[in-house]
């Protein structure tokens, strides 16, 4: 089966075939970063250019990673390397960056939406590497890669996501995957941070963090930025941290060998216990090791000569 | 240069509605007959056949950006007024929010005789309410009334100092000016970029709820009845706002509105992969919001149909969404939206025609109607005519609309400014 996709730029437009072969590919690369040599020739050839218009460490890191591992020639460039500090567009930084036809282009912004625009300007393809508020999907296949390997089907699987679920593009990229797999999504954190319309993602919401996580195969926190606070959008980390922070106590009201996940980075002691996160659930640096097989195996499907069969 | 239309039906909302001939001269109306009743002495240098059309008085958008002076390139007075007859109207009520702002004599002055030149739509400038739309200081308004202002506005943005907009109301009054309110709570839009709802919470974008509308709506209701001001509700999308203007209506408060084509036509779910021509503030609303906005046009609560016409060139429109400008254009395609609300059985042809002539010219004490002796400002249209609307051979300098390529039944096909004919549709 091949990936008839030219960008990866949501959750919303894979088909559950796709994801599974998306996922299944990504087990398939993960013994290449466990060999000493870690690099095969795959996209030998092939570039890659990661265009990260907002800061990043872990993502871009992994990403470039990947590309390398598969032998791609990868260029980073990052929003103050760019010209777009020097008043370019997008789309004429798209139309430059097209005009040395790279194969695939992993863009990350601040504003939803923008690969999107850049997708419809470029001939590569586009994977998206988190936009605004919009959609983070290598973070989301990443982490149901984690979660199925532990769990298998994730079928009927009870999964709580709690924090900041308005201003989170993890959050909704996760809430579509699981769901379109099958799982039951529960979302918690205050009112304030509880979008408009979240019903219409098929998932349940409760202010009550541990309604939320009763029961629960997987428990996915999410981090807090304290700048929320000027917005109003809660209190105090202090009072944040005792009603919606997962200590040692909540893990144990979910199932027996609850996965606790996280996108990092962390706030330790504030929507994570110091416990939790290095505790025996924790798959949390499992899900960045995952992460790099991820990517790579999304740049495999995307470069790897398999999208010429419907190009010709 | 007499012209004589004649086999029309003619339309002028409370005075007439038959089948008239109309003969034109020296930018009146000479002669209004029944069909074939010739007057005596009179030879006719161009006979337009109105057969099937109806007559009516040209047509008022009273919420227009021409973008001139200061940012000629998405718009000029002349681009500007060459779209509007295009698109069936004879006069325009320019926004004030140019570069420099339209809060001094000179260039209101500046707008009416670029207006003058072009020849093409009257232009009535609407000047600032405070010097530069800053909100800290009034402007002159009997001098800008005097220069041929005919409202007050700080359009674009809103007047958010409670008691700058009560003395506003006040001391317009003295002047009989209308105050045109943009109404908008700018610490409840939060810096949102759509309707705040499924769409937005889907799309990761920040959104913008009804409330910071409807807050100020209610508020600015409030300064008029305290007041006894002349008030006039911009661009009205939420049916918060709607309930808000029905009820003061009710209370006698002397309070018009106007909605946009967009807000009765579309609504948030036009943002189809962050289309930035669905963008504009206010933003498209729900259905629920768009049928409340059908029903304050078809009880009268909503008492104009404005475009908002906003022209913006493709380096405000074609970026990333939430960098995006507001607005869209609208000169020439709220005649057929409109008209679609008459197919729909949202409005009477009569009631139509009047939210776009006589109501708007109630508001800003501008000429309208079909009399003997009136003025000659007449859109001649066929309400049947239908076309796929192209943007590309739209008038407008801009070309930002989410209407590009639907099918349009509804057309002017001529237009006369002062007697001439300043737009003629190609046959």
């Known amino acids: 089966m091949q990936l008839r996709k030219k960008d990866i730029l949501d959750i919303e437009s894979l088909t559950v075939d796709e994801i599974n072969l998306i996922l299944d590919t990504a087990e398939g690369m993960k013994e290449i970063s466990e060999r000493p040599i870690k690099k095969v020739p795959t996209l030998r050839g092939k570039t890659i250019i990661l265009f990260f218009h907002e800061p990043s460490t872990r993502t871009k890191v992994s990403f470039d990673i990947a590309a390398k ?40 912004h601040s504003s939803g939406g923008a690969p999107n625009l850049m997708a419809r300007h470029v001939k590569a393809s586009v994977i998206n590497g988190g936009d605004g508020m919009h959609a983070h999907p290598t973070q989301a296949l990443l982490d149901l890669m984690s979660a199925r390997e532990k769990l298998g089907d994730l079928g009927g699987k009870r999964i709580a996501i709690i924090g900041d679920i308005a201003h989170s593009r993890v959050a909704r990229s996760n809430a579509v995957g699981f769901s379109k797999m099958g799982a039951h999504v529960v979302f918690s954190g205050p009112p304030t941070m509880i979008p408009k319309g979240v019903e ?27 700048e929320r606070q000027e917005n109003f959008l809660f209190s105090t980390v202090r009072e944040y941290s005792r009603y919606y922070g997962l200590s040692e106590k909540r893990v144990n009201m979910a199932k027996k060998d609850v996965l606790i996940m996280h996108p990092g980075p ?27 097989a991820l990517r790579m195996a999304l740049f495999y499907l995307l470069a790897g000569g398999s999208r010429d069969g419907d190009t010709h | 240069m007499a012209i004589h239309i004649k086999g029309g039906r003619v339309i002028d909302p409370g005075h007439c509605d038959g089948m008239f001939d109309l003969y034109i001269e020296n930018g009146k109306i000479l002669k209004m007959v029944t069909p074939g009743a010739a007057p005596k002495d009179m030879s006719v240098d161009q006979v337009i056949d109105a057969t099937g059309m109806l007559v009516l008085p040209g047509l008022i958008d009273m919420h227009v950006h021409l973008r001139d002076p200061g940012f000629e390139y998405k718009e000029s007075i002349e681009t500007g007024c060459r779209a509007a007859v295009h698109g069936g109207f004879t006069a325009v ?3 004030p929010n140019t570069r420099p702002v339209n809060d001094n004599r000179q260039v209101t002055e500046y707008m009416i005789r670029m207006a003058n030149q072009a020849g093409f739509a009257r232009v009535y400038p609407a000047a600032a309410i405070s010097v530069g739309s800053k909100g800290q200081a009034l402007s002159e308004y009997g001098d800008l009334k005097d220069a041929g202002a005919v409202a007050l506005t700080d359009d674009g943005l809103p007047v958010e100092n409670g008691q700058m907009m009560r003395r506003a109301l006040e001391y317009a009054k003295g002047f009989n000016l209308p105050i045109i309110s943009h109404c908008e709570d700018m610490s409840l839009a939060a810096g949102g970029c759509m309707n705040e709802g499924v769409v937005a919470t889907r799309l990761g974008l920040p959104g ?130 409109s008209l679609k609300l008459v197919t729909d059985g949202v409005l009477t042809l009569d009631a139509m025609i009047r939210k776009m002539t006589i109501n708007p010219a109630s508001i800003l004490g501008i000429p309208t109607g079909i009399r003997e002796g009136g003025i000659a400002d007449i859109t001649i ?31 002017a096909l001529y237009t006369l400014v002062n007697g001439r004919v300043v737009y003629k549709e190609p046959s």
Not at chain 2, 389 to 409: I, Q
Request: contains cysteine; negative net charge.
């Open chain 1, 69 to 108: 591992r598969l032998s791609a020639d990868c260029i980073s460039i990052s929003a103050s390397s760019s010209s777009m500090v020097k008043g370019e567009t997008l789309i004429d930084t798209a139309r430059n960056l097209e005009a040395m036809n790279p194969d695939i282009i992993v863009m990350r």
């Open chain 1, 200 to 226: 219409t993602y098929g998932a349940d919401v409760t202010y009550d963090m541990d309604e939320a996580i009763r029961g629960a195969d997987i428990i996915m926190m999410l981090r807090i930025q304290k």
């Open chain 1, 266 to 292: 962390m706030n330790r002691g504030v929507e994570i216990s110091e416990a939790v996160a290095d505790g025996p659930y924790s798959i949390i640096l499992e899900q960045v090791t995952n992460g790099v």
């Open chain 2, 93 to 95: 009520c320019a926004m």
């Open chain 2, 208 to 337: 913008i709820p009804n409330i910071s509308e409807s807050i100020m709506v209610m508020r600015d209701i409030g300064l008029c009845e305290l007041t006894g001001g002349r008030l006039h509700i911009a661009h009205v999308s939420t049916e918060e706002s709607v309930q808000a203007i029905r009820d003061a209506k009710k209370r006698g408060v002397p309070v018009t509105a106007e909605t946009a084509p967009h807000y009765f036509t579309l609504t948030e779910a036009a943002i189809v992969d962050f289309d930035t021509h669905a963008k504009m503030n206010p933003p498209l609303r729900t259905e629920k919001d768009r049928a409340a906005i059908c029903q304050g046009l078809a009880d009268g609560t909503l008492d104009v149909i404005a475009t908002d016409h906003a022209p913006h060139s493709p380096l405000e429109k074609n970026v990333e969404f939430n960098m995006a400008a507001n607005g869209i254009i609208g000169l020439e395609t709220a005649l057929p939206l």
């Open chain 2, 381 to 411: 249209i066929d309400p049947d005519r239908e076309y796929i609307l192209k943007a590309d051979e739209l008038y407008s300098k801009s070309r930002n609309t989410p209407f590009d390529g639907w099918t349009m039944r509804g057309k």
